[in-house]
């Protein structure tokens, strides 16, 4: 007899563990608490698709090659649904400069650097419909997931035995073998579990930005701008970072990522008219939201409550519960700046497919699904973790007038700013490998670790500026007092602020 799972949550999460478990003939259950997707045409499900649970559907999503991987070799006809609905491959070659380019020689390997990049809700719809048409899964929709059926083991280990919750209004409990926490970030059935007094470790911090995003649309018969011919897309002004998230069926999203301390910019930027003013004073966003380009389309989209979180289910080597399984935002959360928030969702669904088929005893099945997460994963939490502390200290920096670099600070940020970047920017094979590392293929810091990449960042740092000049960017923008001043924003309060603190702080 096949085991029964339950899935709570039918957003990337849930969808990523059907796609994985269906193969190995288990029974699996969707719950979700958003009603479906009111039709099939991907403009209607972005106006009209009411998601209370995933709050940040609007936000600007991508899928990372890893994640993309996966689909590729376990469901390939899904990779064509995606493309019928408009979602877009970015290859590894859109990412060259013009002088990389002009040199460029194609590797078998630069098919699998692939982003997959849509509005979030077409990719939802496009998931969600071949998951429905897998015979062994079921999605129930207008079910609200109240409460985990759970009994206290004998060895005191929590051990999950179902869900209690509504459905369409109605009383309902389910039991299963195995139950899959895919809720998200809002999710409150494992802080229960907690606040119940089961041991499960934590640690938090912020990832001290703020996000905010506004969609366009390309004006009839007219082309994306060239990613040669322009700035780069994307930057980091140290007072805010912004990037382009190219979409289906001509729509594309600006993402503009403010830090907590700007609270002033972060007040500002909610007005539409504010946000596209923005864009047009900086030359990577400029040639993608002018007049003669395209038009915004509805309001900005903000998203707060940015943390990292790293949950861990085994305390003393043992395990907190049994026969639970939780994954994506509901166990580990990133910044969403780095856009691995559901291939980590992928990856621990697989993870949890290898551990499902490779034992039965619910407690090895606990400790070996934690372990190899933290393998897969605890890499790129902890890299994304160290740039996101050094952003919060740079965007500080930013607002002290008196702030001195020092010696060895000064030293560090050449190296990244004029010896890595330099020599990314020069060198297609150094790319290549380090863009393995950011589409979570290989650990993070692999390629910088490798004696003959590290030796050719050192040669290009040592070239100096003057003979690497031809490899620097433009500017992404302007200083933040020239931006906040043209725009008529308060720039000073943000200062004054932050030196009351300091005056105040023992």
């Not at 060259?96 to 982003?115: G, V």
């Not at 393995?436 to 050192?458: A, S, T």
């Not at 070239?463 to 725009?487: D, F, H, I, T, V």
Request: aromatic share 8%.
């Amino acid at each position: 007899m096949s085991e029964e799972v339950l899935v709570i949550g039918a957003g990337i999460g849930g969808l990523c563990t059907a796609l994985s478990l269906a193969p190995t003939g288990r029974r699996i259950t969707l719950l979700e608490r958003d009603q479906a997707p009111p039709g099939d045409d991907p403009d209607t499900i972005f106006l009209d698709w009411h998601r209370q649970g995933a709050g940040h559907v609007r936000q600007s999503h991508a899928f990372l090659a890893r994640l993309r991987t996966i689909i590729k070799r376990s469901h390939p006809r899904l990779l064509d649904d995606l493309k019928m609905l408009g979602v877009r491959d970015l290859t590894f070659d859109m990412m060259l400069t013009e002088r990389q380019r002009e040199a460029y020689e194609p590797e078998p390997e630069d098919a699998d650097l692939t982003i997959i990049t849509s509005r979030r809700t077409t990719l939802e719809l496009a998931m969600r419909r071949y998951v429905e048409t897998l015979d062994n899964v079921t999605i129930r929709s207008g079910f609200f997931v109240r409460e985990l059926l759970t009994r206290q083991g004998e060895d005191g280990v929590t051990e999950v035995l179902g869900v209690s919750g509504e459905e369409q209004g109605e009383p309902v409990e389910l039991e299963a073998d195995s139950t899959v926490d895919a809720s998200g970030k809002s999710g409150f059935l494992i802080t229960k579990l907690m606040d119940d007094g089961a041991p499960i470790a934590e640690e938090s911090e912020t990832a001290g930005i703020l996000y905010f995003t506004r969609h366009y649309r390309l004006l009839p018969g007219v082309e994306e701008p060239s990613r040669s011919d322009n700035p780069p897309a994307s930057g980091d002004l140290g007072y805010l970072k912004f990037g382009v998230f190219p979409g289906d069926n001509g729509c594309f999203s600006i993402t503009i990522a403010v830090p907590e301390i700007e609270f002033e910019l972060r007040k500002a930027i909610l007005n539409p008219d504010t946000f596209h003013a923005i864009t047009l004073e900086l030359p990577g966003l400029a040639p993608w939201t002018n007049a003669e380009r395209s038009e915004p389309r509805g309001k900005v989209y903000g998203m707060g409550d940015l943390i990292s979180r790293w949950r861990d289910m085994i305390a003393d080597g043992k395990p907190v519960t049994r026969n639970y399984y939780p994954l994506g935002d509901t166990l580990v959360r990133t910044n969403p700046l780095y856009g691995r928030g559901c291939s980590f969702a992928a990856v621990s669904a697989e993870v949890l497919r290898e551990t499902l088929e490779e034992t039965k005893d619910p407690v090895q099945r606990q400790i070996d699904y934690h372990s190899r997460l933290r393998r897969e994963l605890r890499p790129y939490y902890i890299n994304q973790r160290a740039q996101d502390r050094s952003a919060i200290k740079r965007a500080k920096e930013a607002l002290t007038p008196d702030y001195r670099k020092s010696w060895r600070g000064k030293v560090i940020e050449s190296f990244f700013d004029d010896g890595v970047r330099i020599a990314l920017r020069s060198d297609t094979r150094l790319l290549r490998q380090a863009m393995r590392g950011f589409h979570m293929l290989e650990h993070p810091n692999k390629w910088l670790g490798k004696p003959g990449n590290f030796g050719k960042v050192l040669y290009y740092w040592s070239r100096g500026k003057k003979r690497n000049a031809e490899a620097y960017p433009p500017s992404p923008g302007p200083a933040r007092k020239e931006l906040m001043q043209g725009l008529s924003i308060n720039y000073t309060a943000d200062i004054d602020r932050l030196a009351a603190q300091r005056q105040t702080t023992p």
